[in-house]
Structures are given as C-alpha cells and as structure tokens.
C-alpha cells in the first residue's frame, strides 16, 4: 500500500514537501516513482529515486526545484518541491517501479497540490 | 527526452468491439513499453509490461505488441469495465515518458 501526504494550496514561489508511507512490501528493494497529472490532463512522470537512494532522476520540468528522497528505515518517499509555479498544479501519485523494469506497478491515492495566489 | 504519441485521443465504441489503440516512440525503446488502464478518480493500473507481457490479473482480452517504435494495445472484446483511459509509456530511458492518453468512450 502507498499513502501520500503533505498536497495542499500553496501560493506561487513557495514550498512543499510530499510524502508517501510504504507497506506491504520490501521498500528498500524498491525504486520508486512520482507521477503527477493535472487536472484533466494526462500523466506526467516527475522523479525517481534508486532502492538505496544513490541514484536521482527528474523530469526537465522541476529539474533543480525539486529534490526527491526516501528514509527506508520508515519506509517513507518524499518530493520536496520548491519554487512553485502554476503549472505544478497536479495530483501527485507515489509509484512503485517494478523490479526489472522502470514501469510502475502498484500506485498510491495520489495528493492534490494546488499552486495558486 | 523521448516523446510518446498516442492515436487516437478518444473514440467511442461498443460492448463486443474489437479495439486497438495506438502508441509510437520518437526514437526506438526496443520493448521497454507498458501499458496503463485509468478510471475516473482512480489511479492508472498497470496492465502490461515489456510491450507484451500481461500483469497478473488482467483479463486476457487484453493484448499488445510491438518493439521499436510502433506498439499497439488490442482489447478482443470491449466489456463494460473497460470505458476508460489508456496510456502507454516507455522506460527505455530517462526521463521517462507517457503518451497523451486515449479515452474510450461508449458508443
């Protein structure tokens, strides 16, 4: 199961951090994914982070906004996102990526940020 | 980044029809393509991976293929449970990327 936390309106330029509490399975032999999509609009792949936390992948879009991390002693994923704009507007799901290959087979609930003045 | 394009956007059809949508790479992923199933305020569900590989669970009416550029998702009979949105996505490499979506609505 994942659940995430943390969305919520936040005003242009500021911060926020999500999180996404992991059960039912190995976290740490995991990578993991967020995944947004904007209110009806498709889906959008934002960042991955390796089982052990070593290796960081992000989309070009919140390239150097956003930082993604993991605690596996709590079985916790996080997105700190700062710098926010409009655009990042979205529901933002936490995604396992399967083992043997970066597609994403069980996906949380997902929490709605809202960047907006 | 790789751009995926899926055809068409949305359609409509009907319980019974035979339905294939469509997904093309800008640049050959070989077969590092999965396929997802999204219903209205639900999260998307993996259905298929490696272009052709079934995830557990799925009904098999579902199907795809491909390997390059060119993929496609068959469903043989469109049963009611499966009016929603489809996308597809590559993971041959960073960043990785989905196609727009398809919506299949009913007829």
């Known amino acids: 199961q994942l659940l995430e936390s943390g969305g919520g309106l936040v005003q242009p330029g500021g911060s926020l951090r999500l999180s996404c509490a992991a059960s039912?399975?190995?976290?740490?032999?995991?990578?993991m994914s967020w995944i947004r999509q904007a209110p009806g609009k498709g889906l959008e792949w934002v960042s991955a982070?390796?089982?052990?936390?070593?290796?960081?992948y992000y989309a070009d879009s919140v390239k150097g906004r956003f930082t993604i991390s993991r605690d596996n002693s709590k079985n916790s994923l996080y997105l700190q996102m700062n710098g926010l704009r409009a655009e990042d507007t979205a529901l933002y799901y936490c995604?396992?990526?399967?083992?043997?290959?970066?597609?994403?087979?069980?996906w949380g609930q997902g929490t709605l940020v809202t960047v907006s003045s | 980044a790789i751009r995926m394009t899926q055809s068409p956007s949305s359609f409509s059809a009907s319980t019974g029809d035979r339905v294939t949508i469509t997904c093309r790479a800008s640049?050959?992923?070989?077969?590092?393509l999965a396929w997802y199933q999204q219903k209205p305020g639900k999260a998307p569900k993996l259905l298929i991976s490696?272009?052709?590989t079934l995830q557990s669970g799925v009904p098999s009416r579902f199907s795809g293929s491909g390997s390059g550029t060119d993929f496609t998702l068959t469903i043989s009979r469109l049963q009611s449970e499966d009016f929603a949105t489809y996308y597809c996505?590559?993971?041959?490499?960073?960043?990785?990327?989905f196609g727009g979506g398809t919506k299949v609505e009913f007829k």
């Open positions: 995604a396992r990526v399967r083992l043997g290959g970066d597609c994403h087979d069980y």
């Open positions: 039912g399975f190995t976290f740490v032999n995991y990578a």
């Open positions: 982070i390796s089982g052990g936390g070593d290796s960081t």
């Open positions: 640049q050959g992923v070989s077969n590092y």
């Open positions: 490696a272009a052709s």
């Open positions: 996505q590559q993971y041959y490499s960073y960043p990785l990327t």
